[in-house]
């Protein structure tokens, strides 16, 4: 008897064993389009002191759509609120997440309690991302996708700059919104660090993949003192280095979420507002 998560990766559909996903034509073409817009729902988690960064359930919803069977296991290594799962349940998919915090463990749990049960399983586990492999047996998964800590942007007093006027003295003004000061977590490291931390999670994670899989990542570009990271080029270097290959840049277009914007830099120093957009990065594994 293995200590690994019992939970089944068997296809439920009956789709040609060499389909990439049950995905029907007009939803490939759609995501064809390689800038992709979401809307947040009642279920998603929009409250900041639960916890500060979710993505939308409309996100997860489309990335297990189109790289995964009905049935098939997808695994989160930063699955926070736990919104990976709740997808993952209403597309029949089944699950494991994982995060350092057991309260955000607790949350993702009881996020899919609320579900009515049908024929798949969700989980989601307290544990570090680089001890997956001793929870998911060799060879099972299908899919891996997730929004990992932006290294350490969080890990600092908020400052509110895109809000306009007296906006930006809202309730999280001045706060520190990291997960967690653990020295695992990924939110307490700068971007070489979390370059390496990346590489070091992602290379034990190997194993865990069946060939051809997809290992979608979402992230975003930071300023952090008044200087360019461009975090989604650590991301890439991370992976390509620990054998996984490129594929694809996804962007999420998040002008229909950020409103009521301020002015910054104008008119002497140029900045784009990092909140406009995010990358959906797609990397697949060959493992024959
Ligand atoms: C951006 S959040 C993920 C949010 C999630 N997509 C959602 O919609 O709720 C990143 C998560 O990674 C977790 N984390 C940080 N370092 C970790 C590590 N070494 N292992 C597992 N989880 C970690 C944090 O606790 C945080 O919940």
Excluded at 116 to 141: F, G, L
Excluded at 157 to 167: A, H, I, M
């Amino acid at each position: 008897m293995s200590d690994f998560i019992q939970i089944e990766n068997s296809r439920l559909c009956d789709c040609h064993k060499g389909y990439l996903s049950c995905i029907e034509a007009r939803n490939w073409m759609k995501n064809q389009i390689g800038v992709w817009e979401f809307m947040y729902e009642p279920r998603d988690v929009r409250d900041k002191n639960i916890h500060p960064a979710v993505f939308p359930i409309s996100m997860a919803k489309r990335v297990i759509e189109q790289f995964s069977h009905k049935g098939e296991l997808v695994i989160d290594p930063f699955v926070g609120s736990g919104t990976t799962l709740v997808a993952a349940h209403d597309l029949e998919r089944n699950a494991v997440g994982f995060d350092l915090k057991q309260e955000y463990v607790n949350l993702a749990n009881s996020r899919v309690a609320s579900e009515v049960s049908n024929r798949s399983k969700q989980i989601a586990v307290c544990t570090d991302a680089r001890d997956i492999s001793n929870y998911i047996a060799p060879n099972t998964v299908k899919l891996s996708f997730t929004s990992p800590p932006y290294a350490n942007i969080l890990n600092r007093q908020r400052k509110n700059k895109s809000r306009r006027g007296d906006l930006r003295y809202n309730e999280q003004f001045g706060k520190i919104e990291q997960y967690s000061q653990d020295s695992r977590d990924l939110g307490t490291r700068d971007a070489d660090d979390f370059e390496n931390a990346i590489y070091e999670i992602y290379l034990a994670m190997k194993p865990i993949f069946q060939d051809k899989a997809h290992i979608i990542i979402n992230i975003t570009d930071a300023w952090i003192d008044g200087k360019r990271v461009p975090l989604h080029i650590n991301i890439i270097n991370a992976l390509k280095k620990a054998g996984y290959e490129f594929r694809n840049t996804i962007i999420w277009d998040r002008r229909n979420l950020v409103n009521r914007i301020g002015i910054f830099g104008w008119p002497s120093s140029y900045i784009t507002m990092g909140t406009t957009f995010e990358y959906i990065l797609d990397f697949t594994l060959s493992t024959k």
